[in-house]
C-alpha cells in the first residue's frame, strides 16, 4: 500500500497569514499521463470532507483561489496564501492512483 | 448534486449493517462511489467503491470478505453492508461520488451515517 505522510500535524496560523502543509507519498504519483494523482481534502469542525484539489493542483469547483496545490511524483504541498477564520480545520491529502486509496494522517489548522 | 445517507444506526457485536446513500442531480451510472469512514477522533479510512456503470467493486483488503458495495440504478441509490460488525467498526461513514475529471476523486459526499457497535 501506498503509505502518505502529512507535517506538520497541527498548524497554528494567524489569520492573514500564509500557511503551506507537506505530504510525502511512498511512491510516487506521476501517471504515464504526466497527471499526479494527488487531492487535498479539508474537514471542517462538524463536517464531511470536501474535495478541495485533485490531480495535485487543480481547484475544486468553489473552491477559494487562495488556496493552491503543487508538488509531483512523491512530494506535494498545499498551500493556502492567507488563512481565514472559516479555514480551521483537518487537511487531509490522499493519493488516487491506486487502491486501496490512502490517506494522510491529517493536519489540523487552528487560528491563533 | 446530493449524496443523502441513511439515518444513524445502533448494532450489536457479530450483527449487519446495511447503509443507503440516494444520489440526485446527475446521471447515477457517470461516476464511482465511494465509501470512506472515520472512527472517533481518527482519521479517514478508505473502505472501497463501486462503478454504479457495471457494478464492479473493489474493497479495502482487511474489509473482504465482511463488506458487500451494490446499487440500484432505479432508485439511484448505492448500498454498503458490513457484515459480522466488531467493536472498532464503531465510526461515520461516508458516501462520495468521484469527480468528472478524476473517478477516484470524490468531489460529492454525504453527510455521513454513524454506526455504533456496542452491545
Known amino acids: 500500500d501506498i503509505v502518505m505522510t502529512q507535517s506538520p500535524v497541527s498548524l497554528p496560523v494567524t489569520p492573514g497569514e500564509p500557511a503551506s502543509i507537506s505530504c510525502r507519498s511512498s511512491q510516487s504519483l506521476l501517471y504515464s499521463n504526466g497527471y499526479n494523482y494527488l487531492d487535498w481534502y479539508v474537514q471542517k469542525p462538524g463536517q464531511s470532507p470536501q474535495l478541495l484539489i485533485y490531480?495535485?493542483?487543480n481547484r475544486a469547483s468553489g473552491v477559494p483561489d487562495r488556496f493552491s496545490g503543487s508538488g509531483s511524483g512523491t512530494d506535494f504541498s498545499l498551500k493556502i496564501s492567507r488563512v481565514e477564520a472559516e479555514d480551521v480545520g483537518v487537511y487531509y491529502c490522499m493519493q488516487a492512483l491506486e487502491t486501496p486509496q490512502t490517506f494522510g494522517q491529517g493536519t489540523r489548522l487552528e487560528i491563533k | 448534486v446530493q449524496m443523502v445517507q441513511s439515518g444513524a444506526e445502533v448494532k450489536e457485536p457479530g450483527a449487519s449493517v446495511k447503509v443507503s446513500c440516494q444520489a440526485s442531480?446527475?446521471?447515477?451510472?457517470?461516476?464511482?462511489i465511494g465509501w470512506v469512514r472515520q472512527a472517533p477522533g481518527q482519521g479517514l479510512e478508505w473502505m472501497g467503491y463501486i462503478s454504479t456503470y457495471n457494478g464492479n467493486t473493489d474493497y479495502a483488503q482487511n474489509l473482504r470478505g465482511r463488506i458487500t458495495m451494490s446499487r440500484d440504478t432505479s432508485k439511484n441509490t448505492a448500498y454498503m453492508e458490513l457484515r459480522n460488525l466488531k467493536s472498532d467498526d464503531t465510526a461515520m461513514y461516508y458516501c462520495?461520488?468521484?469527480?468528472?475529471?478524476?473517478?477516484?476523486?470524490?468531489?460529492?459526499w454525504g453527510q455521513g451515517t454513524l454506526v455504533t457497535v456496542s452491545s
Open positions: 490531480l495535485g493542483s
Open positions: 442531480g446527475y446521471t447515477f451510472t457517470h461516476f464511482v
Open positions: 462520495a461520488r468521484g469527480h468528472e475529471d478524476g473517478d477516484y476523486s470524490y468531489a460529492y
